[in-house]
């Protein structure tokens, strides 16, 4: 059973910054890819940006030139860099793991973000 602990929320004003961080049970190069996801009250879950075992990384249109996704091999943690935040980059944010056949999930970090 894979486990995926995330860190890093919290309260910020509009135009600072955060990092969120997932810690993984198992070698991060083992999934075909790793990425954060975010879910706002009443929205849908959607994907914020996501790394492939190669290295590919794809954002959301809201996001590019603002959140930065980057990992640590040695440690087997994603980062999020979020920066420019505004309000509605507010939701609990997900790491989630692409084993393939089955996507693993983190238990899900609050981002609230004050205008």
């Known amino acids: 059973q894979v486990q995926l602990v995330e860190s890093g929320g919290g309260l910020v004003q509009a135009g600072g910054s955060l990092r969120l961080s997932c810690a993984a049970s198992?070698?991060?190069?083992?999934?075909?890819?790793m990425g954060w996801y975010r879910q706002a009250p009443g929205k849908q879950r959607e994907l914020v940006a996501a790394v492939t075992s190669g290295g590919s990384t794809n954002y959301a249109d809201s996001v590019k030139g603002r959140f930065t996704i980057s990992r640590d091999g040695a440690k087997n943690t994603v980062y999020l860099q979020m920066n420019s935040l505004q309000p509605d980059d507010a939701a609990v944010y997900y790491c989630n793991a692409d084993d393939i056949t089955i996507f693993y999930w983190g238990q899900g970090t609050q981002v609230t973000v004050s205008s």
């Open positions: 198992r070698s991060i190069f083992s999934f075909n890819a």
